[in-house]
């Protein structure tokens, strides 16, 4: 009796094994099943981002259990905004591409990293059930799932000021929050091979005549007024964000949202600079910066003392104005205000 009562229970332990192994190695060939699905979709893909629509955020998120093993990060796109200079869309889907191809170039011997993490986008009129599904109601939006999220909603949101950091912020964003390394951003070369070849002819067809008018000191080069109209434009270059405006493919100006009828030149807050603004303040750099070349190069060639004593005062105005404009626009701008110390002695 004792000996057919232990066969019972030998027998119920092999079967609750063998179900609870079933279950394990379906849900670990399930779980291996879409990695090897969303690796053969980001091979179809030429910048490896994965399109999703509301049937394959089913597929890969919503109908699976957790914990998966991978992490999706998700770029929410709009076809219809894409003219809204202000949301840059295309601009901010070209550096998401960036990131993509660079993870996939620089981990090309890291299988482990390339089954961990998949970039993938989602456009608003093909898939509106899977924006109300992680709540998406303004762009541009950056979402990480990772394999613990039950819930899309509760999902990681990329803050809108490191987007607008372009290709090597979403890079730190994946790296800080998987683990996976993204490594450097391969960008491709401002000029073609065959521009480069065309530029160079050109250079040597052009550099006998070049040589010949340096030599006989014919060229603009030699004018010191071409120098000094040089080098206030470089000043005015720098201290402007001219440099910024180029990369960052910043408008001089938006339609005000409450009336389109006018623009802003002006944008509150510190997450994104306009054109208009940073020429602005520019000029502003620029009129204290020449008033200073005033007083030490020309003033100082004035013998009329009288004379010296009033252009230095009207040059110290309009120094002190100029300023006191930065620092207000700064303050409106960021609300960081400027104080003045005085010495303790003076109080």
Not at 65 to 71: E, Q
Not at 139 to 151: E, Y
Not at 235 to 253: D, E, L, Q, T, W
Not at 258 to 286: C, H, I, R
Request: net charge positive; glycine share 4%.
């Amino acid at each position: 009796m004792t000996r057919s009562h232990n066969l019972v229970h030998l027998l119920l332990f092999v079967f609750f094994s063998s179900v609870f192994l079933s279950i394990t190695t379906a849900s670990s060939d399930s779980d291996s099943e879409l990695v090897s699905e969303l690796i053969s979709l980001r091979s179809r893909s030429k910048d490896g981002v994965i399109h999703l629509d509301d049937r394959s955020v089913s597929r890969f998120l919503t109908s699976t259990k957790t914990p998966r093993s991978y992490y999706l990060l998700i770029f929410f796109d709009a076809a219809h905004l894409h003219d809204k200079q202000d949301l840059h869309l295309q601009d901010l889907r070209r550096e998401f591409s960036l990131v993509s191809s660079s993870f996939i170039t620089n981990n090309a011997d890291d299988s482990t990293a390339l089954s961990k993490v998949f970039f993938c986008d989602i456009e608003f009129r093909e898939s509106q059930s899977s924006y109300a599904l992680f709540g998406v109601n303004s762009l541009p939006h950056i979402r990480l799932v990772g394999p613990n999220v039950k819930s899309v909603k509760d999902s990681e949101q990329m803050n809108q000021g490191d987007i607008a950091r372009m290709a090597e912020a979403m890079a730190e964003f994946v790296q800080s929050r998987t683990k996976a390394s993204v490594g450097p951003i391969h960008r491709p070369p401002l000029l073609s091979k065959n521009k480069i070849i065309f530029i160079v002819a050109v250079l040597l067809i052009w550099a006998p005549f070049l040589a010949k008018k340096v030599l006989s000191g014919e060229t603009l080069l030699h004018d010191p007024k071409i120098w000094l109209c040089g080098a206030v434009f470089v000043y005015f270059f720098s201290v402007s964000g001219a440099m910024h405006n180029i990369i960052r493919k910043m408008p001089m100006f938006l339609a005000d949202r409450n009336d389109p009828n006018k623009l802003v030149f002006f944008y509150q807050g510190s997450g994104m600079q306009l054109g208009a603004e940073g020429f602005a303040v520019g000029f502003l750099y620029t009129v204290v910066g020449l008033m200073l070349a005033l007083v030490t190069h020309v003033l100082v060639r004035v013998k009329n003392v009288t004379a010296q004593r009033v252009i230095m005062i009207v040059a110290l105005i309009i120094s002190f104005w100029a300023v006191r404009k930065v620092v207000f626009l700064d303050n409106w701008k960021t609300g960081y205000g400027v104080h003045a110390f005085w010495p303790s002695s003076w109080n």
